[in-house]
């Protein structure tokens, strides 16, 4: 299984910064999710369109998606097609992901193309294992479809996880948040 580290949006609720390079607690916060995937996958890599300045990290790859479409399932599909395996996927702007709920989602996921972190309810498509079976499918989605909307026609298997394991950082506030909770 191959980790992977998706991080290529803009970041502009964070003021168009890299929120993969931005520091949190002394470290990058992509190094947060980095070392939870280095536990449990043979290897890592990052998923970011060419010109995103992510961090360097020790033991994770860089695989550069193409340009357009701007749309989370490119890099999904890009990290499949790198890949030639089943990827686990996570955001890299998700600190609070742990080695045993990266485990969770390995485990949930079967036989089935795919497997993803549920919390309240919700589909967390950005921790979510990806077989080579969902590749086609993730193919043929249109780009403006709601990232959440493609993941669940894949009738994924679904894995319940509490819900600050799957909480982002999107903006200033959350950024705030993150940097106290993780410096203590």
């Not at 947060?32 to 449990?40: G, T």
């Not at 479409?69 to 992901?97: C, F, K, N, S, T």
């Not at 080695?99 to 079967?110: E, K, L, N, T, Y």
């Not at 493609?150 to 298997?157: D, F, H, I, Q």
């Amino acid at each position: 299984m191959i980790g992977v580290l998706l991080a290529g949006g803009r970041g502009r609720r964070l003021g168009g910064v890299s929120k993969a390079a931005v520091e949190v607690a002394g470290r990058p916060l992509a190094a947060y999710p980095a070392a939870a995937l280095a536990v449990v996958c043979e290897r890592v890599a990052f998923v970011a369109k060419p010109e995103t300045e992510l961090p360097r990290l020790p033991g994770v790859e860089r695989w550069d998606e193409p340009a357009e479409p701007q749309h989370p399932v490119a890099g999904i599909v890009h990290a499949l097609e790198q890949a030639g395996e089943a990827v686990l996927v996570v955001a890299a702007d998700m600190p609070y992901v742990t080695p045993d709920a990266c485990r969770s989602v390995i485990a949930g996921g079967g036989t089935s193309r795919a497997a993803v972190a549920v919390t309240g309810g919700v589909v967390q498509p950005l921790l979510a294992v990806y077989a080579p079976a969902a590749l086609e499918p993730l193919r043929a989605a249109a780009p403006d479809a709601r990232l959440t909307d493609v993941v669940e026609a894949l009738e994924p298997a679904r894995v319940a996880l509490p819900p600050a394991i799957v909480r982002s950082v999107n903006n200033p506030g959350d950024l705030a948040a993150a940097r106290a909770e993780l410096s203590a």
